[in-house]
């Protein structure tokens, strides 16, 4: 069964370093979300995206924060610098466009800014 | 206030009762996810309904739009069932946006 692919699986990084996520959706699926979950609540829309085009980053932290689709296939999230609040688990899921269609979650990218 | 709210938080059961999982919105939605997620940050859709009932195995969800509210049902529960189970809404927008409720704790003992 097709997955979205997600790494690095684990990150460790410190304080005002760059980090970067990556996303590969399931071929075809036009919408990608990127989601930050703390521990113990629910997951946080960062940015959503409709084929390469923006269409949510009203959550995202724009001073550090920066994602792109190029070409509506894959996606980088990216923190710039890293601040210790940052950690967390960085979830991307993709769904088809059309409205009422499932999601499918990759593994995430857990990481921990010392 | 959240736009998705669940109820219980926690939820501790004995090995083959009957569970229920309340989800209650207060937004406009196109569709209801029930999603669970296992130690280690996995989120696997279970079901996405937007009338109705639907059931797999074990597993029943229910929604009733006009009073905003779903239910997650899990018959003989085992302690494989133990995960986090989260409530997320389609918002009726120009485009699909989907919001998360906070999850609820379900640890099934033997």
């Known amino acids: 069964e097709a997955e979205v692919a997600q790494s690095p699986r684990y990150k460790i990084t410190e304080k005002s370093q760059a980090v970067a996520f990556w996303c590969d959706p399931i071929s075809g699926h036009a919408t990608l979300y990127w989601y930050r979950q703390i521990l113990g609540q629910g997951p946080e829309l960062l940015v959503q995206f409709q084929d390469e085009s923006v269409v949510d980053d009203s959550q995202l932290p724009k001073d550090r924060f920066s994602a792109e689709r190029l070409k509506g296939v894959d996606s980088t999230l990216k923190i710039q610098p890293a601040e210790l609040g940052d950690s967390a688990m960085y979830l991307c899921?993709?769904?088809?466009?059309?409205?009422?269609?499932?999601?499918?979650f990759g593994s995430g990218t857990q990481l921990s800014v010392l | 206030k959240n736009e998705v709210e669940q109820s219980p938080q926690n939820l501790t059961a004995q090995e083959g009762e009957f569970i229920t999982i309340n989800c209650s919105y207060s937004v406009g939605i196109s569709a209801l996810h029930w999603l669970q997620q296992h130690p280690g940050g996995g989120i696997v859709s279970l079901f996405m309904l937007s009338s109705g009932k639907k059931k797999h195995g074990r597993l029943i969800a229910t929604i009733n739009i006009q009073e905003k509210h779903s239910s997650l049902h899990i018959t003989a529960s085992h302690p494989r069932d133990s995960a986090v189970y989260i409530c997320?809404?389609?918002?009726?927008?120009?485009?699909?946006?989907?919001?998360f409720g906070p999850g609820t704790s379900l640890s099934v003992i033997p």
């Open positions: 899921a993709s769904s088809p466009t059309g409205g009422n269609e499932k999601l499918f």
């Open positions: 997320a809404v389609k918002k009726k927008t120009s485009y699909d946006k989907v919001i």
